[in-house]
T-cell receptor, first 113, second 110 residues
């Protein structure tokens, strides 16, 4: 089975721009979660999508949004980028039938200049 | 909100030494997960624990789900250079939310 894939792997944007990141979960996984990781900050939960619905949301401003498509692929969008948004954005997928195990993609490294 | 205290924050060890790290919480968890992350990559699941008191091994790694359901530890025996990385614990609460520790950075002394 192919793992979780994320595109692009690296991205450089300018302050004020917006960005869209993409995540394809493991085949058969219907839950997709997004995390932001900055040096020394661990994993900060952004949101989780299941069957095209946002199921949980972390404590991030409304500039961060996401969606999930019928094939379980997910996108997250950050509008009006700030320098502090520079981070590794990780996507993780999980089976629908229970179990806590999440499987992560390699991440998208976003740099805001 | 809920917090997981993971310690130590970092460890400098000699190759061949055993390593121990743990996570504690004031809340009860239903599942404990341990992940390892290497630079530039996403975390990789090492061990999943489902029952209080459960002890599970994966090669040189051993993890336990604390009997109170509020803690877990991970041991690595006979460390080797490829063990370097950041180890994260995560606990699943009653709302099926994963709560993450801040990570333990493992560094092997040359």
């Amino acid at each position: 089975k192919a793992g979780v894939t994320q595109t692009p792997r690296y991205l450089i944007k300018t302050r004020g721009q917006q960005v869209t990141l993409s995540c394809s979960p493991i085949s058969g996984h219907r839950s997709v979660s997004w995390y932001q990781q900055t040096p020394g900050q661990g994993l900060q939960f952004l949101f989780e999508y299941f069957s095209e619905t946002q199921r949980n949301k972390g404590n991030f401003p409304g500039r961060f949004s996401g969606r999930q498509f019928s094939n379980s692929r997910s996108e997250m969008n950050v509008s009006t980028l700030e320098l502090g948004d520079s981070a590794l954005y990780l996507c993780a997928s999980k089976r629908a039938s229970g179990g806590a195990e999440q499987y992560f993609g390699p991440g998208t490294r976003l740099t805001v200049t | 909100g809920q917090q997981l205290n993971q310690s130590p924050q970092s460890m400098f060890i000699q190759e061949g030494e055993d390593v121990s790290m743990n996570c504690t919480s004031s809340s009860i968890f239903n599942t404990w997960l341990w992940y390892k992350q290497e630079p530039g990559e996403g975390p990789v699941l090492l061990i999943a624990l489902y029952k209080a008191g459960e002890l599970t091994s994966n090669g040189r790694l051993t993890a336990q789900f604390g009997i109170t359901r509020k803690d877990s530890f991970l041991n690595i025996s006979a460390s080797i250079p490829s063990d370097v990385g950041i180890y994260f614990c995560a606990g699943e609460d009653s709302n099926y939310q994963l709560i993450w520790g801040a990570g333990t950075k493992l560094i092997i002394k040359p």
